[in-house]
């Protein structure tokens, strides 16, 4: 009761106070875990093809694996899938070939090659990079997802599909990125083989910017 005298008598202002700063507490807590569940949340992914799709474009090693990764140059999320792309190529230099394809929407005139996912792709060592013209290839290849990336073998024989980030903008090991180190030494390693990994990205089929 004398708590409640004390409370009356105090001025308007500083009996708001307390309130204000519940009611921050609690928006700063629903953001935080929003944000947390939207960066766990994985993209849509189709199924990709067991052996290297003969409707494709695409040019496939038969000397060693190719390495297809498949993004929209909009998506902030693929600039931790290009850094983990750079940390395999400097450690499979030799087996592998690797190629970006970048997806130019219908009607967009927009120049890829002016975007800063187009720049820091070209900026990994022995990357090829690809415009993919209204995802033509992306469907071929059942990519969704901006950062989807697709190992095959050099018999045209899938060893993985799926993300090679943990979480949407998140750098650091992840079971996708250990998967293509693994299959590009050993294509028959049983821990790794046919598997896959959720994608962390931006939708690839969309009408505007992600």
Known sequence: MQVLETMTRLPL????????????GLTVGVGL????????????????PSKWPCSTLLERS???STLLIF??????????SLRELARITASRPDNLRVQVCVLQPLGEHAIPS????????????????????????????????????FLYAKTGDLLFSGGITAGRGHSGDN?????????????????????HSSVFGCPLFVTSRP
């Not at 202002?13 to 921050?24: A, F, H, K």
């Not at 993004?71 to 931790?80: G, N």
């Not at 209204?134 to 469907?139: H, I, T, Y």
């Not at 079971?175 to 598997?195: C, H, I, K, M, Y």
Request: aromatic share 8%.
């Open 33 to 48: 875990a929003r944000l947390n569940e939207y960066g766990n949340t994985p993209g849509l992914a189709a199924a990709a």
């Open 114 to 149: 002016e975007s800063s996912l187009w720049h820091a792709a070209g900026q990994i060592p022995g990357v090829i990079i690809t415009l993919d013209p209204d995802g033509l290839e992306a469907r071929k290849f059942g990519a969704l997802t901006s950062g989807h990336t």
């Open 175 to 195: 079971r996708g990125q250990a998967a293509v180190l693994a299959l590009t030494v050993d294509p028959s390693n049983t821990e790794f083989l046919d598997s």
């Open 62 to 64: 038969r000397e060693t």
């Open 13 to 24: 202002m500083q009996r708001w106070i307390p309130l204000c700063v519940l009611t921050w």
């Open 71 to 80: 993004i929209h140059r909009y998506c902030p999320c693929t600039q931790a």
